[in-house]
């Protein structure tokens, strides 16, 4: 992770209109995904704004997520299927694009630089344009194997990539904020690795789980402790406010942190 | 409950007193002005009360202090039995991102920036002790 990133982490809060708040010099994003749909709308969203642009876009998912987000693409855009034969928009299978370059000791810079870095050149070639977006999950495959060494590795190879391909990156993670299993020390490191997190699609809905299981539990107390959470400084940057009191409850407030997050997940399933 | 306070800056120690005594009156403030003086007294800290300190519920600590700066004492805090699981709420005038994140790392609670806003101190400090309330009923 380059020294000049590591600080940079800023909240970006997604609208739902086709118009989003995605800083011009934002070059490596992360998105963390509860459900399959929303990360499909989210990607269509920032797919369709390079679209306008007349940028390439390339997708390196898993099967039942390219569907989607092409299916949530060509609900918005009625050339899609033509641009897809044309080579503007390709879509690679995540698995079989990241045994093209992984070795035993993780990614390899030199193959990855060949599968990836010729990936975006033909992209670019192929629409005639001067810039591509990606949308990748190959390192929430390695991170779903417990193989974060490899998964950040591999951000760093991106990271390089950017430098050098006029690439706008989006990465999805499917870290559960509000599972038992949720690690958050790797999250953090995942988010540091980026230059914007983008808060998840359901916010609101996080964000009145949260908050109602924070009364249940608290009380009174939950009115109060508000504004120490708000005006803590996370170690990695600001967060949306639903991620950042879950965070700080799993940090600072072990016994009723769990009842917490226990209560949230309920009401954040009752709120579908 | 009992705060102990590490600050050297004489006006962010009177407000600080200020807004526990308006918000929390009922909250003993113990105030030592520099990173030695905070090892010394959290070193002297006995559960059956036989001369020595009661157990804080919490630590409010500036970073920049004469002699031991708050790191060092945020560190030794840590590796002391009987230490390591009070909450130390940093309260600095510092929010570079370095700081921040040494101070996590060397095991502080929560990191909060110096507040000009006399209100807003005031709702941080009914954070603090709702915050230290909850960890003192945790550890029963």
Not at chain 1, 145 to 157: P, R
Not at chain 1, 172 to 188: K, V
Request: aromatic share 6%.
């Amino acid at each position: 992770m380059p020294a000049t990133r590591s600080h940079e982490v800023q909240t970006h809060m997604v609208q739902a209109t086709a118009t989003t708040v995605i800083p011009e010099n934002a070059t490596h994003q992360v998105q963390f995904y509860d459900e399959p749909g929303a990360l499909a709308a989210s990607v269509a969203r920032f797919f369709a704004e390079g679209l306008a642009r007349g940028e390439a876009l390339i997708v390196v998912a898993t099967a039942p997520h390219r569907e989607a987000i092409l299916q949530a693409l060509c609900a918005a855009d009625a050339r899609c299927n033509d641009r897809v034969a044309s080579g503007q928009i390709v879509m690679l299978d995540a698995e079989a694009t990241l045994a093209r370059f992984m070795t035993p000791d993780g990614p390899d810079i030199v193959r990855f630089n060949e599968v990836i870095g010729g990936t975006v050149e033909s992209a670019l070639r192929n629409a005639g344009a001067t810039r591509a977006r990606a949308y990748g999950e190959m390192v929430d495959l390695l991170w779903r194997e417990g193989n974060l060494t490899s998964a950040l590795k591999l951000e760093g190879l991106w990271e390089r990539l950017l430098a050098t391909k006029p690439v706008h990156l989006l990465c999805g993670y499917g870290m559960r904020l509000l599972d038992p299993r949720f690690d958050a020390d790797a999250y953090s490191r995942t988010c540091e690795a980026h230059g914007h997190v983008m808060i998840a699609e359901d916010r609101e809905r996080l964000e009145t789980a949260v908050d109602r299981a924070m009364v249940d539990v608290l009380g009174g107390g939950a009115e109060s402790i508000r504004p120490l959470i708000g005006a803590t400084h996370h170690p990695y940057g600001r967060l949306g406010r639903a991620e950042g009191t879950i965070l700080w409850v799993r940090r600072n407030l072990a016994k009723q942190g769990e009842a917490i997050l226990d209560r949230a997940r309920q009401y954040y399933f009752q709120l579908a | 409950m009992l705060i102990l306070h590490v600050e050297d800056d004489p006006n962010d120690l009177f407000f600080v007193r200020r807004s526990f005594a308006q918000v929390r009156p009922d909250v003993e403030i113990t105030a030592v002005h520099d990173g030695e003086q905070a090892r010394t007294w959290l070193s002297g800290i006995t559960r059956t009360g036989d001369g020595g300190h009661p157990r804080p519920a919490l630590v409010l600590m500036d970073l920049k202090l004469p002699k031991l700066t708050g790191f060092e004492v945020l560190e030794w805090m840590r590796g002391q039995p009987g230490l390591e699981g009070i909450p130390v709420v940093i309260l600095s005038s510092s929010s570079e991102p370095a700081e921040i994140e040494k101070a996590y790392r060397l095991g502080a609670n929560a990191y909060l920036s110096k507040q000009p806003d006399l209100s807003e101190l005031g709702r941080l400090v009914q954070g603090i002790v709702t915050y230290a309330e909850a960890v003192e009923n945790r550890d029963d």
